[in-house]
Each structure stands twice: as C-alpha cells, then as structure tokens.
C-alpha cells in the first residue's frame, strides 16, 4: 500500500476493542495524532470476555482438514461445541460453504504460515506493554491439554508436534503424572501434554490498563459514539457518530464484525460472519494452576484469581448479540465432569461476544479497496487478544510507509472483498447505525 500525499498526521478509529486500542497504541508511538471511537464501553463485544489467551506457537487457522466432518457429527446434540440455527442468512450460507473449502492441508499450511509471520515477536510486543504499566497479570508457564483418552491426547499431540508447538519433557501424560502436573482436574482428564512457555492473562484488566496508558499518551478514547457513516473523499476521512463528526487524514475500521456494515457505505462488502463466543466464571477449590484446553469437550478453563473462567462453543446466528441460556449449558455439560469441586450452580460474569470470523482464517489487515485512506483491522476470528499488538504495529506500518510488503499481501482485504454495482451507477446505499 502507498498513502496517498503526504504521510497521515492524524488517524480516527473506529472500534475500541483491543485490536483498536493497540492500533490507537502503535500510531501514537509513530507521531500521529490519534482518537478512538466506541459505540458501548471500551473492549465490549468480543474483547473483554474471551479465554485470554497468547500462544503464538499454536497460531492455525480453524479450516482444517477433518473439522467439517466432526462438526457435522456433533452439529444434533445439543451440547454440541458447534451451533448453526435454522434461520440462518443467505450470506452465512455462503460463508460457511467457503470456509468448507479451504478446509484443506494446502490452504491450513498456508494459512498457518502466514498467521506466524504476523504472530513472529508477539511476546516481546506483550513485555514492551507490561514495561509500560499495559499489565494483564498474566500466566507464563504453558497450557494444559487434557483428553479424555489416551488415543485422543496423543493425536492432538502429533499434530501439535507438526505445528512446531513446544512440548514440555515427558511428552504424553497419563494417570499420577498428569494428576501431579494439575490437581484441580478430575479422573476424567485421562491423558494430556504441557505446551511450554505460552501465556494466558486477564482479558478486561489488560483493556482497562491498556486504555489508561493511552489517555496518558495523549489519546483521545470517546465511548457511547455509534457510527453512522465513514466517507473518504476530498483527501479527507470523515466518520459521522452520534457525538458528533471527525475528521482525520485517515480511518482504521477496528470494529469487529460490525465493521461490514461500516464498509457497506463505501460501496464494498467483506465475506465477514459473527462466530459468537460464551464465557462465565466459576469458583473452583483448587482452580487450576494454568491454562487448560478440555480438548474433547471444546471448552478453555482460565484461572482469574480464585475463580476460573469457562469459555468455549461457536455460534452462527443472524443476531451478533443475542444471548442464548442453551449455549452456556452446552458449555457447563462439557466442562462438569473434568473440573474438581466447582461451584456449576453459581455461574457469574455470563457473557457473550461475536468473533469476526473469515473463511479462509485470517484476519483482514489494509485498505479497503478503492478507498486508500480507509483501512480495515478486522477478521481475527478467534485470535483478536492474541494478534492484536501485532496488527497494531502491521497498521501503523501501512500508513508510515514502513510494511513489510509480504507481510501485508497476506492479510490485504482485497481477497474478501466483492464491490456493490451501485458505486458504478451512483447509486448510494441506506446508511444504518451500527458502530
């Protein structure tokens, strides 16, 4: 991408999740004068109540060989990790139909590929935060992946060997050594692995240290501002909210999956569906000592102090926000028989987000097309926390000139991008509040 003029000296963001706060966060750094707009409070959607997770060296996009048909296989239960409801839209269909065929080893290797570049030096972009007060308390000592069997740990084991993941010494733990490695687990944890050096951390207290950090660099962060329309014409970027209109030399639509509505008054639509996420917390004597991954059950147990958070299941639905009972007892079924002495019967902090998901798993990180001063930060599925910084630092080099070319026709928007004819008639669409 080359700016078009002179460098920006000024950018406006729309979306204060945490994939706009540290685009908000490595812009600033680089000179420009910078402001935030979020239409809720700042790291609500899909920012605040996800597993917390970093791991870089599991980076994979989820189209992988075999998913469909065990997805397919589960899809009647009604604990199943997977959900798709009947009613759902025309643009879902097609969606799912084309993550259906990168589902393949040559588009996952790529995809794998491309998103460890982006992820390459993610632990050192997470120290310089902490060295700045940006603090999520975070777990450094490795995940737990436990299975019900041992046949089932070791093939995750061998594909995570593939993968390059760092396997602690021991390999495949079964009975005393796995009970010894976390206590907090039941009998019914069977076999697992220890994944080294990986991190997990408090999702809303790293938003919340995050924000302040950047009110002190001069940050402008204006929460309760929905957005009504983004324009880029005259060599000037304008997003008009419900607080009023900015003006900037350039936009970075961080949004979440709202960001498709967003687009849409540009003229182009992006291959964009929400895979929503549920999360609660539970008390649980003792919570376990890191990370686990249940991995039959699909379901992240994230110690947060005395409780643990319980995160897990995908959901595609028409309503990005809509909060569904069913789901979160999906979740509690999965989880019961592998935690020991949780309080099921006292679920706290029941939450709901929608991951921006993309086909092919990789997020969209660019300009839009036709539109230079205009640039998406979108589509990290479920890896937003994780790959944020990174998309925050690939950002702020698209609008200094500072890229890394390969890096950035990776994640270019172009290839999930199709243009509405009415921009070529002149036609302009109906503009909806939605960011």
Same mark, same amino acid.
């Given at each position: ?9 000024s950018v406006t963001i729309v979306g204060g999740g945490v994939v706009g706060l540290l685009c908000a966060h ?5 000179? =420009?004068?910078?402001? +935030? ?22 980076? &994979?996009? #989820? ?30 269909? $097609? ?5 259906? #065929? ?27 935060? %902490? ?5 999520? &308390? ?8 436990? @299975? ?13 060997? /593939? ?23 039941? &009998? ?24 302040? /950090?950047?009110? /002190? ?22 997003? /008009? ?41 539970? *008390?649980? %004597? ?7 991954? =249940?991995?039959? *059950? ?16 995908? %959901? ?5 926000? $809509? @909060?569904?009972?069913?789901? +979160? ?34 997020? #969209? ?41 390969? #890096?950035?026709?990776? @994640?270019?928007? +172009? ?14 669409? +109906? ?5």
């Open positions: 991408m080359t700016f078009p003029g002179t460098p920006p000296s490595h812009l600033s750094a680089a000179g =420009l004068r910078v402001t +935030v707009l979020e239409r809720d409070r700042l790291g609500s959607g899909a920012s605040r109540g996800n597993a917390g997770e970093v791991c870089p060296d599991l980076v &994979e996009p #989820l189209a992988a060989p075999g998913v469909i048909g065990s997805a397919l296989r589960g899809l009647h239960r009604p604990d199943s990790a997977l959900a798709v409801h009947p009613s759902t839209s025309a643009e879902l269909v $097609r969606f799912l139909i084309r993550f259906g #065929l990168r589902a393949t080893a040559r588009h996952h290797d790529r995809g794998a590929s491309a998103l460890g570049a982006l992820a390459k030096g993610t632990f050192g972009l997470f120290e310089e935060l %902490e060295a700045l007060g940006v603090d999520g &308390e975070a777990h450094k000592d490795g995940f737990l992946f436990a @299975f019900p069997s041992r046949e089932y740990a070791a093939k995750a084991l061998t594909a995570f060997r /593939r993968l390059g993941a760092p396997i602690a010494a021991g390999g495949l733990l079964t009975g005393a050594a796995l009970a010894d490695t976390e206590p907090a687990l039941t &009998e019914g944890a069977r076999a697992g692995f220890v994944v080294e050096d990986q991190w997990s951390l408090d999702p809303g207290l790293f938003v919340d240290r995050l924000a302040e /950090r950047l009110r /002190r660099q001069g940050v402008e962060l204006v929460e309760g501002a929905r957005v009504s329309a983004v324009t880029d014409r005259g060599g000037r970027a304008e997003v /008009r909210t419900s607080a009023g209109t900015y003006r900037s030399d350039a936009v970075v639509v961080a949004a979440g999956i709202w960001s498709r509505e967003l687009v849409r008054g540009l003229g182009v639509d992006i291959d964009l569906v929400a895979g929503k996420g549920y999360s609660f917390s539970v *008390a649980a %004597e003792p919570p376990p000592s890191r990370l686990v991954h =249940l991995g039959a *059950a699909k379901v992240v147990l994230t110690p947060l102090g005395k409780r643990v958070r319980v995160a897990g299941t995908m %959901e595609f639905e028409r309503d990005p926000d $809509r @909060f569904r009972r069913r789901r +979160v007892e999906a979740i509690v079924a999965a989880a019961r028989p592998y935690l020991r002495h949780a309080d099921w019967d006292d679920l706290q902090e029941e939450w709901v987000g929608p991951r921006p998901m993309t086909p092919d798993g990789l997020p #969209l990180i660019g300009p839009v097309p036709g539109h230079p001063r205009v640039l998406l930060a979108t589509g990290h599925n479920m890896l937003g926390l994780m790959l944020a910084p990174a998309t925050g630092r690939l950002v702020a080099g698209l609008l200094t000139g500072d890229a890394n070319p390969a #890096l950035s026709s990776a @994640f270019d928007p +172009v290839r999930h991008v199709r243009r509405y004819p009415w921009r070529v008639h002149g036609i302009q669409p +109906v503009k909806r509040r939605v960011q």
